[in-house]
């Protein structure tokens, strides 16, 4: 059950009615949101919800304990990282390490059978792991906020607009909303509907119909022209932006029509102008998760230069591994954190600020976006060795021909109009761009995005990030 799909729609018709009727009641709207998260949840596995339950449950009790005994809470919340992160690398990165021991061996002589396979990936785990995480920390750090009945936290961490592919939203941001009632407001309505509706042109229309010029280029066997492949990786720099962020915009909006606000998770990250403002504009709420749970409580920038070279360069290589278990997603990340180590030294006094000369900024964020395209390029290759081929293919035939011009004018046609609105947005400095509009100009607008997302949208159900 996804978000574009008609089954959802009628999950979401019912518990909207539902909700809303018993808006008088808050704690009673609690539970029925909990029970549609986890019907929701279970209806990809009926082991998902079990296990999430399950660490759950062990996580509120470590976080309980932490109160009842503060002297001894390092020791609880080591109990909850380990059960947290233990069943993320046991489901998640498992095989990928046995598989690289097992060659490692083999290297040597040594022939060795993987230990265990098969093992299943809940959808969503990395996600709701992490938000998970945020509260434990919190009550670590004794971080002030309202106490917490069992299934209002267990709502926090399951909440079905939030719980396949983010945002990963805070403790503190969340869990007060859950702990008050929710009003009816038109303004979140407006809201979340012009969310809804721009999030699923992103990805129906946009990212579903790039995936016809991506897919080939990155099949086996695949033989082409460096065009078609450069071609094929600007497609791919659209495709997952629309995939990841029109999932998200829905998410949000779908949050806004049941009361609730939530962080934005990307804010125009290709008019970034380098790789420092690409990472607060991308995925925004993992790479401030990483800032402030990762790369500040191992020093930050602190402590020398060399240190926080060292301290960015282990935190981009964890966000490769948290994208997914493979050498692609290492090297990606440690391209990242190449990227922003070499703009640190070269440009340290510089904010992300544009630079006052509007040809400059462009200038800027053009060579950004080209960096950032290096990067999908591993990030969508299913090897280093592909992505290797692919690279040396585009540098030693990129000539144009009729095919890689067809393509290159079909990708065109698919990002016009959203190079249109995000330009609208830049300048209002507002994603929310309908807001203050006229009734009739939001009419054509929805018109088109209807014409164009129903009649013209691609035939993928499945969004990018829900395997990693």
């Known amino acids: 059950m996804v978000f574009n799909s008609i089954s959802f729609l009628g999950f979401f018709l019912l518990v909207f009615a539902a909700y809303w009727s018993l808006k008088a009641h808050w704690r009673i709207q609690n539970t029925l949101l909990l029970i549609a998260s986890y019907l929701f949840y279970g209806f990809w596995d009926w082991r998902f919800p079990v296990l999430m339950a399950a660490t759950t449950g062990i996580d509120y009790l470590m976080t309980n304990l932490m109160r009842w005994s503060p002297q001894r809470r390092k020791a609880y919340l080591a109990v909850s990282l380990v059960s947290n992160l233990g069943v993320l690398f046991a489901l998640k990165y498992f095989n990928f390490f046995q598989d690289n021991l097992v060659s490692a061996l083999g ?22 792991t992490f938000q998970r995480l945020t509260f434990v920390i919190d009550v670590y750090r004794e971080d002030a906020y309202q106490e917490v009945g ?12 939030l719980l396949l592919s983010g945002p990963i939203e805070r403790a503190k941001q969340l869990i007060p909303q859950l702990l008050r009632a929710r009003d009816w407001q038109s303004s979140h309505v407006e809201q979340g509907i012009w969310l809804i509706s721009w999030g699923l042109f992103k990805k129906m229309f946009v990212a579903d119909n790039l995936a016809t010029l991506v897919d080939p280029v ?50 125009l990250p290709y008019f970034a102008t380098n790789p420092s403002d690409f990472w607060r504009r991308w995925h925004i709420s993992l790479s401030t998760w990483l800032r402030d749970y990762v790369f500040i409580p ?7 230069e060399w240190s926080t070279r060292r301290n960015l360069m282990a935190t981009m290589v964890l966000v490769g591994l948290w994208h997914g278990a493979a050498w692609t997603f290492v090297v990606w990340g440690a391209y990242h954190g190449l990227l922003l180590i070499v703009h640190r030294a070269v440009s340290p006094e510089r904010s992300a600020e544009e630079h006052p000369l509007i040809t400059v900024a462009v200038a800027r964020a053009a060579v950004t976006f080209h960096l950032i395209c290096v990067g999908w390029l591993l990030f969508r290759a299913s090897s280093l060795q592909q992505a290797a081929d692919i690279f040396v293919t585009i540098v030693s035939t990129l000539v144009p021909n009729g095919i890689s011009l067809t393509l290159l004018g079909q990708l065109a046609g698919y990002i016009s109009l959203l190079l249109l609105v995000q330009f609208v947005q830049r300048v209002k400095g507002s994603l929310l761009v309908l807001e203050g509009t006229s009734v009739p100009l939001k009419g054509i607008a929805y018109g088109i995005l209807f014409y164009l997302t129903v009649l013209h949208g691609g035939t993928s159900n499945s969004f990018i990030y829900f395997q990693f």
């Open 298 to 304: 191992m020093g930050g920038s602190r402590h020398g």
């Open 107 to 128: 290297q040597f002589g040594v022939e060795v059978s993987p230990w265990f396979t098969g093992v299943f990936l809940p959808v969503g785990i990395s996600f709701y």
């Open 218 to 267: 990155f099949q086996e066997g695949w033989h082409g022209s460096g065009g078609e492949a450069l071609v094929a990786i600007y497609a791919y720099a659209f495709q997952i932006y629309c995939d990841f962020s029109g999932y998200s915009d829905v998410a949000i909006g779908l949050a806004k029509l049941l009361g609730f606000d939530v962080r934005w998770n990307f804010n």
């Open 150 to 161: 069992f299934f209002d936290f267990a709502l926090f961490v399951s909440f079905f607009p």
